[in-house]
């Protein structure tokens, strides 16, 4: 696979999502299907997993850091800090980056992880009441004692980007994009370009929408969060279903899967972006990955964009206090 550059950490094009096979879209997997998984986007190239300690919570670190452990060396894990989780349940109470707590996260999650190194270390969501030159200075002290090699940001603004990188350089901002969610290409692409400063969307397939495994008619598990985003209510999924069905078409005229033009279309944009789609499925990780060989002109790019742009997309991404978490 080719690879690319998010600051000066070098990855592969497309990484992987690691979220869903603990956390977000049901029940998790068991351990060995899990690690499978992981072990089989290693054979196929992919060097830049992405975790946190949330999602599980605090299993899918584990899981991550068992199933890279042999190949530790030949793959960039990023993980996340930033929440205030109750330590006996796991239930977040809100936001906390103090940098105390930054440190005692990282010290939790070297030990999941199996590693003496985070190579890419996020903060999950900017906290307002943490000013980010004291977390960018706390990662930074991280960065020297060795414990992290890359900072990174999610779902941070603009502003916010800039305050960061002046403080520590941010190799990467991680924040939701994708055909039906083009925001950051206004709000941050022109801040990332200037500053050198890669992008990673996560849900680059619309959590499954894009690639036509959800319609209007689709049920999902009691612990799936998509039951809780306004995007998908029944209304909202019925209303989005054009959009749907418009990129469907577009990739049987190009003879690829709706989930490889979705990925294509995101790879061309730019080429500091690194999407990481998730999946639990081999077929659905070899196609995934196979979208890093898909080619579209910028005749086609130009044709995807009109024909997307003329379908207006209806649902807030998240539920509230969820939406206020964002950065803008």
Same mark, same amino acid.
């Given at each position: 696979?080719?690879?690319?550059?998010?600051?000066?950490?070098?990855?592969?094009?497309?990484?992987?999502?690691?979220?869903?096979?603990?956390?977000?879209?049901?029940?998790?997997?068991?351990?060995?299907?899990?690690?499978? =998984?992981?072990?089989?986007?290693?054979?196929?190239?992919?060097?830049?997993?992405?975790?946190?300690?949330?999602?599980?919570? +605090?299993?899918?670190? *584990?899981?991550?850091?068992?199933?890279?452990?042999?190949?530790?060396?030949?793959?960039?894990?990023?993980?996340?800090?930033?929440?205030?989780?109750?330590?006996?349940?796991?239930?977040?109470?809100?936001?906390?980056?103090?940098?105390?707590?930054?440190?005692?996260?990282?010290?939790?999650?070297?030990?999941?992880?199996?590693?003496?190194?985070?190579? =890419?270390?996020?903060?999950?969501?900017?906290?307002?009441?943490?000013?980010?030159?004291?977390?960018?200075?706390?990662?930074?002290?991280?960065?020297?004692?060795?414990?992290?090699?890359?900072?990174?940001?999610?779902?941070?603004?603009?502003?916010?980007?800039?305050?960061?990188?002046?403080?520590?350089?941010?190799?990467?901002?991680?924040?939701?994009?994708?055909?039906?969610?083009?925001?950051?290409?206004?709000?941050?692409?022109?801040?990332?370009?200037? =500053?050198?400063?890669? +992008?990673?969307?996560?849900?680059?397939?619309?959590?499954? +929408?894009?690639?036509?495994?959800?319609?209007?008619?689709?049920?999902?598990?009691?612990?799936? +969060?998509?039951?809780?985003?306004?995007?998908?209510?029944? *209304?909202?999924?019925?209303?989005?279903?054009?959009?749907?069905?418009?990129?469907?078409?577009?990739?049987?005229?190009?003879?690829?899967?709706?989930?490889?033009?979705?990925?294509?279309?995101?790879?061309?944009?730019?080429?500091?972006?690194?999407?990481?789609?998730?999946?639990?499925?081999?077929?659905? =990780?070899?196609?995934?990955?196979?979208?890093?060989?898909?080619?579209?002109?910028?005749?086609?790019?130009?044709?995807?964009?009109?024909?997307?742009?003329?379908?207006?997309?209806?649902?807030?991404?998240?539920?509230?206090?969820?939406?206020?978490?964002?950065?803008?």
């Amino acid at each position: 696979m080719q690879t690319r550059k998010l600051g000066t950490l070098e990855v592969s094009a497309i990484g992987l999502g690691c979220m869903g096979l603990s956390h977000g879209y049901g029940p998790a997997v068991d351990k060995a299907a899990g690690t499978a =998984l992981i072990r089989a986007a290693v054979e196929r190239g992919v060097t830049l997993f992405d975790t946190a300690e949330v999602y599980g919570p +605090f299993a899918n670190e *584990e899981l991550v850091g068992e199933a890279l452990a042999p190949v530790r060396g030949k793959v960039a894990i990023a993980t996340k800090f930033g929440f205030r989780m109750d330590p006996a349940t796991g239930k977040i109470s809100g936001l906390d980056s103090r940098p105390a707590h930054i440190r005692e996260v990282v010290e939790a999650s070297l030990k999941r992880l199996r590693t003496d190194v985070i190579d =890419l270390l996020y903060q999950h969501r900017v906290d307002p009441n943490v000013p980010i030159e004291d977390v960018a200075g706390a990662v930074r002290d991280l960065i020297a004692a060795g414990k992290v090699r890359h900072f990174g940001l999610s779902e941070a603004g603009a502003k916010t980007i800039r305050r960061a990188h002046a403080v520590q350089p941010v190799a990467a901002l991680q924040s939701e994009y994708s055909l039906w969610w083009r925001e950051p290409e206004e709000s941050v692409f022109p801040t990332l370009e200037e =500053l050198g400063i890669g +992008f990673v969307p996560f849900s680059p397939l619309g959590r499954g +929408f894009l690639v036509g495994s959800v319609d209007a008619n689709s049920t999902f598990a009691a612990d799936d +969060f998509r039951n809780t985003l306004p995007r998908f209510s029944a *209304e909202s999924r019925k209303a989005n279903q054009g959009l749907a069905d418009r990129v469907a078409e577009i990739a049987a005229a190009k003879r690829v899967t709706p989930a490889q033009i979705a990925l294509a279309w995101i790879l061309t944009k730019k080429p500091w972006i690194v999407p990481i789609p998730g999946t639990t499925k081999l077929h659905r =990780l070899e196609e995934n990955v196979a979208a890093a060989a898909v080619t579209l002109s910028a005749a086609d790019l130009a044709d995807i964009d009109r024909a997307v742009a003329a379908i207006p997309v209806h649902g807030n991404r998240y539920a509230e206090p969820a939406q206020r978490m964002i950065d803008r």
